[in-house]
């Protein structure tokens, strides 16, 4: 079989992978190819109709297609090569590329790969809710796609498991459309998704929200009649006799987000077992070299305009990668602990600058995020407010480095 | 004036099918009476997929004989019908001394009902063929083996059919009736079928029709088993079903490897007496996955994909023993062949007990050979299972083959579209999932479901409103939002 | 009298204290920048929001077309425009940027087509 030669290949043409291509085009790099799996480019995006999209990159509230056809725009512009319904269907740690269209096999060898593939939700199998197994349950984003992209009106009495974002956002395109969204259980003591959703969502359309809820049964034997709900405890143990059931034909499941690295996993990538993402190094490069990833398969985002950021940022390390077949060895490891859940990247170098990406897996307020090196403070920043539904990015200076020992990244209320 | 049949068969799970395929090695006008909207929907398609070895009965009985029956001539059932099978051997596992004795027992009964090649295995050996496991020795069946249950009725019923019986989906037999001319009349929910012979194959309906043909007296009881699947990275952990040893009752919690790579936990086995009640509890759930990780360690809730559970028809005689099959052919129900209670091993049984039913029926009656009757039925090609060449010549020939819907389990729109047309007309969304396995993988038809539901539409022009999950009334969409 | 706001203009969503008197703003407090300023003091006197939703689309790739308002439009003015967004249709193929329904219901505010969709 043809194999084709490419300089980089980017997988996925979502904003990450759009992104990564029109930065490296203009870094020099020509010869990329993006392979989509959709027959348009846009990723996830196509179906986030919303407005929010592009406040600190444009400076406009954009909906998700619109973000994306600035980025689209770009790539047809600067006649960025790429293929659309076309399925990746493995990458080797070789950067062997095989995928599948309408015309065949393609076989592509790349120099460098970028992993852009986005992410997947957690389903109602993973979550192990019990119950008879009705149709009527549905996880957000194939409710967003039902109803945004194929004209499809999923129910009319709805109910909605987690207040991650995607939900809240259903929840009030449901009611929009005329469903009775009757209400959000949230099975932790705050909300999953931002502040502003939670505003214009939900309380906008007296659609109440209740922490520490959760389904624990599911019923109908054909359609969905209805769901279980209780309240948990502090250690989200169910409370025993606080069991109120809801009558309802749909169910929509916002519980999480999870990178879809299968492919990553053919070509060898070690994940991160806290992002179930690539472990990467502030060159976005994996543990396979030439093998780069950025956006939501790396770590789940919020906001897109980040996802744009991070594919850019990759760009000047991949060039430099294709130029001199290796990059610096990145041997200082960030560890994290307590409140902070993770950070992106894993692993620097010290000898450039880099930016951390992280987490907090709790709400906080007033505190003190601390990035230290054998016992001393290299930088900390101070924070009014910091939740897990949002990322926080904190550049750091890499001459504040003394010495080539592990990082920490704690919390200092 | 609707034809008479000479035999109709109600219900078509595995037996049913079975039932069908073998009476279509005959000339006779067959016809099959399905409640369903699919074939294997209740038993047949909800247990552990496991093709036993037949040490597990008693002597003599008809579970002990068409299990081994069946076991032995899997190879070539497999090749017939075109369905993946493994042979790959099954471990029961124990640690104490009562284990030994017990494995020992069960080896001289296996052995007496024909299973082959059992043997002990000590820890050394236990843990060459399954690392993974905690045990001390284990009992080694090297017979026993995996298949998909749905796959597996799903050819049984794509072979008769080819054969030319006919299939009824979404009948639900309500009434029979004989006539004076000795033909029976069946009421269904769709119209009245008249035929010469009735053969009730009817599953947890065995009990009601076994009535309506004039046979009362039988009662039996339900058994539900739940399972959680887990992830297919799981798959390589575990090389054979690993089951601990058995009490009198049930067989233990275990976990076995499925055809496809996936690891399913279960069955438990609860009494009940519903028989529509197909809820998963969370107690079963939580019971499960402790219960098997002291035996297989491998087992954590981030690799769940997802639970279902079966219900199997119980009958305990008075002192609480599983009794066996009953296939009979009664003298007060002329014209009838009666099978109930076929639990397990009833997979693994399925065309042996079609091959006794076939010769209750050709002892009251002669039977001609259908010289056309054509065993074997090609199942589809599936784009994920060949090779590169191979894939390049398959959308080469058919460019949907190139198009793939399903991400996880890398399913192609070429399988989408034979599957809608399928041969015996099924049109359920949870019918594509077992024909091609869309839907059944990580993201559970997150990415896929759409496009399914889609062509479903397109290809046989049904209504946005009329898409059917599974069952009557699963209706899953309430119309457009735009039209 | 305290009002609390959970601001909406950005991912921030500063938790907005305002004192009012006598339908007047004493103080603000709370917001990152000027803007969640404006958004507590429209808030009190006429809360705007703007919305998205789809339109359908004869002709084209896909049976809807995505589209949003150019403009926050009073809140409880949302329901009306609904009904007349559910009504329009409009023809593939469309661009981004396209006025679906100029001046939508005199709000000031356009109906724009989000998402580019090709004729079939």
Sequence with gaps: MNIINKEVVIIGGGPAGLAAAVELYKKGIQDILIIERENTLGGILRQCIHDGFGLTRFKETLSGPEYAQRFIDEVEKLNIQYITDTTVLSVTKDKKITAASKNGLIIWQAKAVILTMGCRERTRGALGIPGERPTGVFTAGMAQSYINLHNTMIGKNVIILGSGDIGMIMARRMTLEGANVKAVFEILPYPSGLPRNIE????????????????????????????????????????????????????????????????????????????????????????????????????????????????????????????????????IKINTSGEINHTVPQYVSGTKEFKLSLRVNKPLRNCVIAITQNGSEINSIKLKKAIPAEMIQIPINHKLLQSDKDLEVCVKC | MKQIYDVLIIGAGVVGSAVAREMARYKLKIGVLEKNHDVCFETSGRNSGVIHGGFAYEIGTLKAECCVEGNLEFDQVAKELDVPFKRTGKVLVGNTDADYKSLQNTIAIGKINGSVGLEILDKEHLHELVPTVIGEFAMFSPTSGIVEP???????????????????????????????????????????????????????????????????????????????????????????????????????????????????????????????????????????????????????????????????????????????????????????????????????????????????????????????????????????????????????????????????????????????????????????????????????????????????QEELGKKVTDVLYARTGSNMFTGKVRE | MLKKYTCIICPNGCDISVEIEDSKILSVEGSACKRGNEYVKQELTNPQRSIASSILLEGGVLPLVSVRLSSPIPKEKISDVMVVIKKALLKAPVYVGQVAIANVLGLGSDVLVTKNVGAK
């Design chain 1, 200 to 331: 214009q969502c939900l309380n906008d359309y007296g659609i109440p929200l209740y922490l520490s809820h959760t389904i624990t049964n599911i019923h109908g034997s054909s359609r969905l009649t209805g769901v279980t709900v209780s309240e948990v405890d502090e250690h989200l143990k169910i409370i025993p006799g606080t069991e109120k059931e809801y009558e309802c034909d749909t169910l929509i499941l916002s519980v999480g987000l999870i990178p879809e690295n299968e492919l990553s996993l053919s070509a060898g990538v070690i994940l991160d077992i806290r992002t179930k993402g690539a472990i990467v190094d502030e060159n976005y490069q994996t543990s396979v070299p030439g093998v780069f990833a950025a956006g939501n398969v790396l770590h789940v985002h919020d906001l897109v305009d980040f996802v744009s950021l991070e594919a850019e940022n990759l760009a000047d390390s991949v060039a430099a990668y294709l130029e001199d077949g290796n990059l610096l060895a990145c041997g």
């Design chain 2, 150 to 456: 749905f796959h597996y009725t799903i050819a049984l019923a794509e072979n008769a059919k080819m054969n030319g019986v006919d299939f009824y989906l979404n009948h639900e037999v309500v009434g029979i009736h004989r006539e004076e001319d000795g033909t029976y009349t069946i009421t269904t929910t769709q119209g009245n079928f008249s035929t010469r012979w009735v053969v009730n194959c009817a599953g947890l309906g065995c009990v009601k029709i076994s009535d309506m043909l004039g046979i009362p007296g039988y009662h039996i009881g339900g058994t539900k088993g739940n399972y959680i699947i887990l992830d297919k990275k799981l798959g390589p952990l575990l090389p054979m079903p690993v089951y601990p040893v058995p009490s009198s009752t049930y067989m233990g919690i275990h976990v076995t490897p499925t055809i496809e790579g996936n690891v399913i936990i279960g069955p438990d086995a609860d009494r009940v007496d519903s028989f529509t009640d197909y809820s998963v509890a969370q107690e079963n759930m939580d019971f499960l996955a402790e219960s098997a990780s002291t035996l297989w360690p491998q087992i954590h809730k981030s690799d769940y994909i997802r639970n279902y559970c079966g219900i199997q028809p119980t009958w305990l005689d008075g002192n609480g023993v599983i009794k066996d099959f009953i296939i009979e052919a009664r003298e007060e129900a002329p014209h009838t062949i009666n099978l109930v209670c076929i639990e397990s091993p009833g997979l693994t049984s399925a065309l042996p007990i079609a091959r006794r039913a076939v010769r209750l029926l050709s002892e009251r009656e002669t039977l001609q050979p259908n010289k056309n009757f054509n065993p074997n039925r090609k199942g589809m090609v599936r784009f994920s299972e060949q090779s590169d060449e191979e894939k390049v010549r398959l959308i080469a020939e058919n460019p949907d083959y190139g198009e793939v819907i399903c991400r996880c389990e890398t399913v192609t729109k070429a399988e989408i579209m034979q599957a809608v047309h399928n041969l015996l007309g099924v049109d359920t969304i949870v019918g594509i999932k077992y024909r091609t396995r869309s839907m059944m993988g990580r993201c559970q038809g997150g990415y896929c479901q759409m496009r399914v539901a889609e062509i479903i």
